[in-house]
């Protein structure tokens, strides 16, 4: 089964700051998926990628297949960024589903 | 387009009662997934269906969990003789074909209370 860790677990930052979250897997994967869940439990999917880089406004994530690590970084953070970040990935073993990390809690302070 | 729905978005049930939550994919959606997340924790997988068919039950946690999806489109996911212990957000997601490397669209959530 894919071991799916994260770090930080808890990030406090102020405005404005750069902030990168890091993830690293067990098993290789075909894609890798960074989710944002605030509090009241929606989940919004954010980035699934495979390779290289990928960027979504001030959002950038980076995986690294030969390391099985990926990196999520967030330009110019602002309070709205303030969410929990989870990355996830196959569990591997053609079995179903995603396996995930345990999430950052993040908050920026204005 | 809707998005994935959920309902009830709160439920709460003594210990012992009958739950029984449901999840309305995207339309068109083959794969339909869902998950537990207990409090603090990340989602752990439940079970995964391809249309009709329930592919995957690994993750139930005992025979007391017991999902179904008999027309390949809403699927309700049924908890007998609740226990304390099953108190979580329950998630559904789905995705046009299998998750490994799909997008998953999530719903909102049930968040079950056992008392």
């Known amino acids: 089964k894919n071991e799916v860790e994260q770090s930080p677990q808890n990030l406090t930052a102020q405005e404005g700051e750069f902030i990168t979250i890091n993830c690293s897997y067990s098993v290789g994967i075909s894609a890798l998926h960074w989710l944002q869940q605030h509090p009241g439990g929606g989940i919004v999917s954010l980035f699934m990628l495979s390779s290289g880089k990928k960027k979504h406004g001030r959002l950038i994530a980076t995986i690294n297949i030969q390391e099985k690590h990926s990196s999520l970084h967030i330009t110019a953070s602002h309070p709205r960024d303030s969410a929990v970040y989870i990355c996830a990935a196959p569990p591997g073993g053609g079995a179903d589903g995603l396996t995930f990390g345990k999430g950052t809690h993040l908050i920026i302070q204005p | 387009g809707a998005g994935v729905s959920q309902s009830p978005r709160y439920k709460v049930a003594k210990r012992g009662q009958d739950v029984a939550l449901r999840c309305d994919p995207i339309?068109?959606?083959?794969?339909l997934f869902w998950y537990q997340q207990a409090l603090g924790q990340g989602p752990e997988f439940l079970t995964y269906f391809q249309n009709e068919a329930q592919l995957d039950k690994s993750g139930l946690p005992s025979d007391r969990f017991f999902a179904e999806r008999p027309e390949g489109s809403v699927s309700t996911l049924k908890i007998q003789r609740t226990q304390q212990e099953d108190s979580a957000v329950y998630l559904c997601?789905?995705?046009?074909?299998?998750?490994?490397?799909?997008?998953?669209?999530f719903g909102p959530g049930t968040r079950l209370t056992v008392l």
């Open positions: 997601a789905s995705s046009r074909r299998r998750a490994g490397d799909n997008e998953q669209f």
């Open positions: 339309s068109g959606h083959v794969s």
